[in-house]
Structures are given as C-alpha cells and as structure tokens.
C-alpha cells in the first residue's frame, strides 16, 4: 500500500499545471476609489466577492496541490487525508446575501444569444456590443479592456457595479479566455439576479479543470486559484477559532484570510513532501467558521452528485467529506457512475 501510493507521488510529480492568472491590479484600483454605498450595493448583490482579488497566488502551493489530486474520484488525496472542497464551504467563503442554495444553475434551452445578453447585462445598444464581440478559439468573447472603459464611464451606478462583478467572473473564476470573458460566464451571471447560486458550478470547473490537468499531465487551471487556496488554507495546521464570531452580521472568513500573512518562499519540493507526509491530526476536518443549515451528502439513492460547470458537468462525491462533520468517511463505488 505504501509503495503503491509512492508510486502515485512519484507519478503525479511530473503533471505540469499552468496557473497563469489575468492582471487583476485595474479591478482593485476601481474598487478602490468607489465610495462606501456603492461599495455596499456590490456586497448586497454579489458577496465578499470582491475581497478574492486580495489573495496572493501562491503557484509554488497551487501547483503541488495539483499533484495530489485523483481526477477519477474528483478530490485530494494528501498523505493519510482525502479532502474534497464541499459546496457549503465555499457558499459561506463568498457570503453573498441574495444566494438561494436550492436553487442551481443549469443552461437553459432558449436563451438570448450573446449580443443580446450582453444589453442586457451592459444596458447598451445593439451596436455598441456587436463592435467589441470576439471570436476566441471556439468561442464568443468580449474583452475586459471594452468592460473597463464601460465600468469607468457608466452613468447607472448598478450596472457599473453589475459590469464590474460580471469582470471578476470572467477573469478571475471562470479565466478561460486571458483578458477577455467567455460567453458561458455570461449565461451564468445572467442567472444570479434571480438568487441562483454559483457554487456548484465553480466547484465544477475547479474540479473539472484539475481532472484534465492530471489526466494529461500538463494544462493550464480554468478555475479559481484564490478559491482553493483559501479552501486550503481553511483546514490546515494552525486553524484560528472563530467559534463565537462567525455570528457577527459583518464578519468575513475571507477579509481574514487575505488579511493574514503567508509565506510565500516556500519551494515546491518542500510543499511536496510537507503534503505528502499530512497526518490526521494535521487537519481541521470541520471548519470552526462554518455552521451549515443542511448538508448535501446524497442524490436520491445515489452516493455521487452531478455539479453542472458552466462548460461541463463533473461527478461529486459528498461521502468523502462526513468527516467533516465528524461522521464515517469512505470512498463511493463508481458502478454505474457514468
């Protein structure tokens, strides 16, 4: 058992993840110079979001991570732990007040095509989008330098703010296209004013990019590298104990978290051993920040549950994370799976 995983370490060592990011220092000097109420309104309609553009990358962390993630069960498997990130973790991370959990983005069957969603979500003219539309590979875009521009010019504050959270989408969670937002972004974002939640489908191409990436042995990450970070930060070593403040109205584990200062000297091949040789009592399985209404562990009869990304669908395994929760642990059958 012990040789065998070695083997796996050994062989994981040599996948090749690009965790090239967009240049986001033009999204934070926006931020920057709005004022509190406009500020709050972003809050109110799309969370703690803006708090990502605070975390560092740390590439030499995120690309060991990589390493140690099994693309057939879709989860983490560091020394004697197997850690997934779960839904309801990364739904209190962005803490977004409209987010309704019950209610998962699926792409509808009749949907505007691109110009149109796009004066829709911009409030401009037909002409105005058909002029800054790209073509990217196999797909429609349109680029940040055009949601910039619009972004400092708008006259309505609550488009500019909705301009600015559909930027972030596009270059900073769903980073396919380096300087431009892909059309399947905007399919999703389209659907947040009616309070569906995004996790599900983050944690889709976060999971779906690491697959490829592992599979192949060499890509570039499609998801949110700040995210998973963060998720990973959450539950290991030194955990801060935050029981009696996670009920404050303004508290924010992700103003903390980006506030809290890391090492960033840390090689790869040091990152490698340290995951390598994780314990048990190296984890803190339940995250004290985190007190859930319910937990999603099943679908139906079945143990595996169907994330649906904005690109794809991935399989996820809620029975690998009832430890969090301080219950037996184990991994799924896949008979029947596909």
């Not at 010019?153 to 559909?166: G, N, R």
């Not at 396919?176 to 939640?197: H, I, M, P």
Request: contains cysteine.
């Amino acid at each position: 058992m012990e040789n065998k995983f070695l083997d796996e370490v050994e062989n994981n060592a040599v996948v090749r993840v690009c965790v090239t990011q967009n240049n986001l220092q033009e999204l934070k000097e926006i931020w920057a110079q709005w004022d509190d109420e406009t500020n709050q309104l972003f809050y109110y309609n799309y969370g703690d979001l803006t708090l990502l553009l605070d975390i560092k990358v740390d590439e030499h962390l995120f690309r060991s991570l990589a390493q140690f993630w099994n693309f057939a069960y879709s989860y983490f498997t560091f020394g004697e732990v197997d850690l997934v990130p779960i839904i309801e973790e990364h739904t209190a991370l962005l803490r977004c007040p409209k987010i309704q959990v019950d209610k998962v983005y699926s792409k509808a069957v009749n949907v505007p095509n691109f110009v149109k969603k796009l004066m829709i979500i911009l409030a401009m003219s037909k002409q105005w989008v058909s002029a800054r539309v790209k073509q990217k590979g196999d797909n429609k875009c349109i680029p940040w330098r055009s949601l910039r521009d619009l972004i400092l010019a708008h006259p309505d504050t609550k488009k500019k703010v909705d301009v600015f959270a559909l930027s972030i989408y596009g270059l900073m969670i769903f980073p396919r296209a380096l300087g431009y937002v892909d059309k399947a972004v905007t399919d999703l974002f389209d659907r947040l004013d009616k309070g569906v939640t995004p996790i599900p489908a983050i944690l889709a191409e976060t999971f779906r990019s690491l697959s490829a990436c592992r599979s192949t042995g060499q890509g570039r990450f499609f998801g949110c590298a700040q995210l998973l970070l963060v998720w990973f930060h959450s539950h290991f070593w030194n955990v801060d104990k935050v029981s009696y403040r996670i009920f404050s109205e303004n508290y924010s584990l992700l103003r903390e978290l980006a506030a809290t200062p890391r090492r960033d000297n840390i090689t790869m091949e040091n990152w490698m051993a340290i995951l390598q040789n994780l314990k048990d009592k190296d984890i803190e399985w339940k995250a004290p920040w985190l007190v859930p209404d319910e937990i999603l562990y099943q679908c139906g009869d079945f143990d595996w549950v169907p994330l649906l990304g904005i690109w794809r669908a991935v399989g996820y395994a809620p029975l690998l994370v009832l430890k969090h929760y301080r219950s037996r642990q184990f991994v799924p059958v896949t008979q029947g799976l596909a």
